[in-house]
């Protein structure tokens, strides 16, 4: 799929949640807020749903959180324009309250798309509900900064998951900030370990299961907890252009493609 075709097909799926009455929170709502970023992108952040200012913009992330995760995209040498953001639920929940089970369920086809339409490597949950999505059984105080394998099922065929707290989290809980600073350190190390998770699968794809090994590799996956030093502190590198085949990417090459 071509750029410009996965852009179509994004703009196609935000026209339907524009339009989207499928649960109770269209009746409360003054625009959805579909989603926004590069197309092209190896990077989905995922949050829980629009609030305030997002729900008056049709935009995710636009408010004092929205602020916030900005900071943090720049800490890593990232942008908005870079990524993908989206939110679990597609419409503001009243008063910010926490989206309900039946209202998750009915923008979850949605998020599925995008998802196998932008086909990331990384996929960094942002609070607990978006968390739940991706690490069902997961408490975010002993997942956040670790990383393991997309379920398939989510629409991420073959990605990491990156669990962290949400921006606004720290907006109300000051100790969480630099947590979160931190945290976002691993992000990037733990892209190049969703790159290498990839190339390694295709190979192992084209090859068949190795001897002796699990024929399904939904019996292989195994959680990540500590990203590898060899892929950390990575963030000052140079780019790296779409055009470089993944088996060139040097371990000091760092940049979003």
Known sequence: MTDAERRAALDAIASEVRAC?????????TRAVPGEGDPATEVVFVGEGPGFNEDRQGRPFVGQAGAFLGELLGTVGWSRDDVFITNIVKCRPPANR??????IAACSPFLSRQLEILDPALIVTLGRHSLARFMPGARIGQAHGTARPADPTTGARDALVFAMYHPAAALHQGSLRQTLLDDMQAVPGTLVAAREQRTAGLRQTKAG?????????????????DIPESVTGLTDAPPVYADQPPDDLAADQLTLF
């Not at 009455?21 to 709502?29: A, M, Q, S, V, Y």
């Not at 926490?98 to 209202?103: H, L, N, Q």
């Not at 299961?209 to 907890?225: C, K, M, R, S, V």
């Open 209 to 225: 299961p190795p001897l002796g090994g699990p024929a399904d590799p939904a019996q292989e996956a195994t959680t990540i907890t």
């Open 21 to 29: 009455t499928r649960c109770r929170l269209h009746e409360g709502r």
């Open 98 to 103: 926490d989206p309900e089970p039946d209202e």
